[in-house]
């Protein structure tokens, strides 16, 4: 007996299960990875309400200065993130702000430091069964040019280019990471190659912006650094304000 279904368990399966419809969620969606960091978010939204908790995953809509805004921890890796994307982007959700964290792939990128994704190098293990090896993942353009005008407009140390995304967190070797820095990487994580790759194959617009943690160049950790905390509270103020600069208020 062959499989019955052309795909055991689809996006929109997911959407249903959760009982999410389009009316109940915002036009916006920021997503960070980790659960506490959503905690801090939903206090900036006016009126939160739980749309559903799955697993570990909880979403929530609420406004900000009248604008309907949905929140949500999508995850730390490509696995977690294809699923919460695929959700996000089965509801319909027209524009996705991704808030999270990379290494510098640069000496001159500091601790601290934000940066905004253009474009991305895909070394994750679920893209590759979205979209071949000559697909070109890119952030929405529109996005990546708010977030990054809000950062600098905020007098903050902000940055952007192209991104590698990983699995392989103890393994960024020197042979590897010098591989990624001649295709043009200044900055590596875990989750924008899923994020936006899924988003691209919905035709959802979507974004990445990533307080820097560590330096992979220098070698340089910095995640009891208070320049990397100041720098996680200035994601949510700075997706925030894109969010409004987006609606055009």
């Known amino acids: 007996m062959q499989m019955v279904k052309d795909v055991h368990l689809t996006g929109k399966d997911l959407t249903q299960m959760v009982q999410l419809r389009p009316q109940d969620v915002g ?37 900000y200065q009248g604008i309907k805004v949905t929140a949500m921890n999508g995850g730390r890796f490509s696995t977690d993130t294809s699923i919460t994307s695929e959700v996000m982007c089965n509801a319909r959700i027209d524009n996705i702000i991704r808030v999270g964290t990379a290494g510098s792939l640069d000496e001159d990128i500091k601790i601290g430091d934000l940066f905004v994704v253009d474009e991305v190098i895909r070394g994750d293990g679920v893209t590759p069964y979205y979209v071949d090896k000559d697909f070109k993942t890119v952030a929405d353009k529109k996005i990546s040019d708010t977030l990054y005008e809000v950062g600098k407009g905020m007098g903050l140390n902000i940055h952007r280019g192209k991104a590698w995304s990983t699995d392989a967190l103890l393994r960024e070797t020197r042979e590897i990471v010098e591989a990624k820095r001649k295709e043009g990487a200044r900055a590596v994580d875990m989750v924008s190659s899923t994020l936006l790759t899924i988003a691209q194959t919905y035709g959802v617009k979507a974004g990445s912006i990533l307080a820097v943690s560590d330096n992979v160049v220098t070698g340089e950790m910095g995640f009891m650094n208070p320049l990397y905390y100041m720098a996680e509270a200035n994601l949510l103020k700075i997706a925030l304000e894109a969010v409004v600069k987006l609606e055009g208020k």
């Open 27 to 63: 036009k916006y969606a920021i997503v960070p990875g980790p659960k506490d960091r959503l905690e801090v978010l939903i206090k900036k939204i006016e009126n939160p309400i739980k749309n559903f908790t799955f697993m570990e995953y909880s979403m929530f809509t609420g406004t």
